[in-house]
């Protein structure tokens, strides 16, 4: 497992999707490291536990082979079976106090909030990150919440000001630098990373320039 001791939120924020890529979480994960990713999650909404248990294990390989920090979206179970890095949590999932208890005082655990009042309550949780979005609207998601916009951005970061703060949703080449000024601290781009297969390497490098 990853040393959380030396974690660094990066700037940008990869998650994969198999459905939007066409591709492995493992392929995805290759591809993403050649361009620079510093840190992955999996995200997998489609398939049983059992197929992203085996997804999330090829994905692991690749990615523990180049020294890479890999996250597990939703699934704190399947993070603690392959003693992956860490898990990132939905407000419906574990609460963070008990996924810490779980997986140990390693793990990087991150929890996605919607508002102001929720990034506050999550600031007080055993968390390493709070993701906060839908910044824009996305597609890459079905149950998306209420858009919350640039405007709300600045109002998490004040409540929020000593908690690492990744803002979700929509975000793009062309919108990275406003989510930047509005006080995020790192992007969790999908769509714009991997809705062109074949691009996924040379966006992700890209990406990391601005």
Do not use: W
């Not at 419906?92 to 309550?121: C, F, K, N, W, Y």
């Not at 910044?135 to 000593?162: H, M, S, Y």
């Amino acid at each position: 497992m990853f040393d959380r001791s030396f974690f660094c939120l990066p700037r940008i924020y990869p998650i994969t999707d198999a459905h939007i890529s066409g591709l492995s979480h493992a392929e995805q994960v290759e591809r993403l490291i050649v361009g620079g990713a510093k840190l992955i999650q999996l995200r997998e909404k489609n398939a049983s536990p059992r197929q992203f248990y085996d997804e999330a294990r090829q994905a692991l390989i690749v990615a523990r082979a180049k020294g890479v920090p890999l996250i597990i979206n939703d699934r704190a179970d399947i993070a603690l079976a392959l003693r992956a890095d860490g898990v990132h949590l939905g407000q419906d999932d574990l609460p963070p106090l008990d996924a810490r208890r779980l997986l140990g005082r390693d793990a990087i655990i991150g929890l996605s909030t919607h508002s102001v009042e929720q990034a506050i309550l999550a600031s007080a949780q055993p968390v390493d990150y709070i993701a906060i979005g839908p910044i824009f609207p996305t597609r890459t998601k079905d149950d998306a919440d209420r858009v919350l916009g640039l405007e709300g951005l600045p109002a998490v970061r004040a409540a929020v000001i000593d908690t690492p703060l990744v803002a979700i949703g929509g975000i793009s080449a062309e919108n990275l630098k406003s989510v930047f000024e509005s006080g995020a601290d790192s992007a969790a781009i999908i769509g714009a990373l991997l809705a062109k297969p074949a691009e996924i390497t040379s966006r992700m490098k890209h990406l990391t320039t601005l």
